[in-house]
């Protein structure tokens, strides 16, 4: 336990601000996610249009994530992180003020763009400042701060709903104006120093450099299934508790429950993990986190349609339902600082921030097509056979990141004959 403390602290003062920053904007979005979709659906005329807006916004983080990390590389960290942030804030504040289809629409779109301009700066920041050893323990503390929002924000979200929806949009709105100012004021700039022959290569060949990338391409493919499962776990899973256990709940769905039993696992757990699997192979970690993951998504897949035809008693569904989500958080835990890591130990230095842009693209690509695809069969009453294919392409995503242990060995012998 000291051990853990003394590397906790020794963490860079920009990890700390930013775990602060995640923690406040955890709690302010984990208000709003659990009830998002179900606040489209009474707003809008089907299930497909909350589908719609839920995928515009990350089609349009899709062009946001490669602004964000080129400006990044060429220009810092901080300015667009900070303009990231306030005008995110901006737009959540438009919900209060329109109420129709073709604006949530304009509003998703226009959200998905700035905070996308975000993460691959701010990840890209922690690689800065961090050890490569010490990189999957850096983003752990990272996910733990979120998650310490994801314990908290759904329970509070659930209290305050009741009352008013817009107090909700107003709470998040202002954790990003009041990160923005966090991030001006306490974190100072890490962009490394670049040589002429590096800044040449960051202006005229960074995609070129991606492209060619065949690591990094095969681990974006694999990602998008992933990104898919957490797209629906986030977002519509409670669309699917609705079809098919509303005469055992109720208004009072599960989910922010289950929310909250994810989060505070991530916050007891995350950093423990994290420190275990560091110097262990990070094809294999990612093959362990996909099984869980996959298994996990089956399981909520069909177990709600099975309790909801047997009519099933309700703390008996909590019961089975908070053990399921919580093989499917340790699945999440094991997997997701490790993929960050697995990112900033391929990228070159003067790339980091293009890198983590192009890495951004399969939680996008998995965000937009996920939506799309749960809308269009939660529609249709068929969220078992939803989570069904996402939960079997986990498992299929597991077994090609086993690859990745091989193909970066080979890239970094290939690399260190060069340098000899």
């Known amino acids: 336990m000291k051990k853990t403390f003394l590397e906790l602290k020794a963490m860079d003062r920009n990890v700390w601000i930013r775990f602060l920053g995640e923690t406040l904007n955890g709690i302010a979005f984990m208000m709003l996610m659990p009830f998002f979709a179900l606040y489209l659906k009474d707003k809008v005329d089907s299930l497909v249009q909350v589908g719609v807006v839920m995928a515009l916004s990350p089609i349009a983080a899709s062009i946001g994530s490669i602004i964000g990390g080129r400006i990044a590389d060429l220009y810092g960290r ?26 949530y629409a ?121 990104s898919m499962g957490f797209s629906q776990t986030e977002g519509m899973l409670p669309l699917h508790f609705d079809n098919e256990m509303k005469h055992i709940f109720g208004t009072n769905n ?93 990228a070159p230095e003067e790339l980091r921030g293009t890198y983590m842009g192009a890495a951004s693209l399969q939680w996008i690509c998995g965000g937009a097509l996920g939506p799309l695809l749960g809308g269009f069969l939660l529609d249709q009453l068929l969220g078992h056979v939803l989570f069904s294919l996402l939960g079997i392409g986990c498992l299929v995503a597991g077994i090609v990141y086993i690859s990745l242990d091989r193909m970066t060995e080979k890239k970094e012998e290939k690399q260190s004959g060069i340098s000899l």
């Not at 300015?79 to 604006?103: K, R, Y």
């Not at 990840?123 to 850096?138: F, I, L």
């Not at 994810?262 to 420190?275: A, H």
């Not at 035809?309 to 919580?326: G, I, P, R």
Request: proline letters at 5%; hydrophobic letters at 55%.
């Open 78 to 103: 901080k300015p667009i992180m900070i303009f990231s942030m306030v005008s995110n804030g901006i737009v959540m504040l438009g919900f209060l003020f329109f109420d129709s289809f073709m604006m």
């Open 106 to 226: 304009v509003l998703s779109v226009l959200m998905g763009l700035c905070n996308s301009l975000f993460h691959p700066a701010a990840s890209a920041m922690v690689a800065d400042v961090t050890e490569p050893e010490k990189r999957t323990e850096a983003y752990g503390l990272l996910r733990m701060g979120h998650n310490i929002g994801a314990a908290i924000g759904p329970i509070l979200g659930a209290s305050i709903v009741v009352l008013s929806k817009d107090v909700i949009f107003i709470t998040a709105a202002a954790s990003l104006l009041f990160y923005a100012v966090l991030v001006a004021v306490f974190i100072r700039e890490t962009m490394p120093t670049q040589t002429e022959e590096k800044k040449e290569n960051n202006e005229k060949g960074a995609w070129k450099v991606i492209l060619a990338d065949r690591a990094l391409m095969i681990y974006l493919l694999a990602g998008i299934v992933i």
């Open 254 to 346: 599960p989910f922010p429950y289950l929310l909250a039993l994810n989060g505070t696992m991530v916050v007891l757990f995350q950093f423990p993990i994290s420190k275990w699997a560091s110097d262990k192979p990070v094809g294999r970690m990612m093959l362990y986190g996909a099984v869980l993951f996959g298994v996990g998504l089956l399981a909520i897949g069909w177990l709600p349609k099975w309790f909801g035809a047997q009519e099933s008693e309700a703390w008996l569904v909590m019961s089975v339902m908070f053990l399921v989500y919580a093989v499917y958080t340790l699945g999440e835990m094991v997997m997701s600082p490790v993929q960050m890591t697995f990112v900033a130990n391929l």
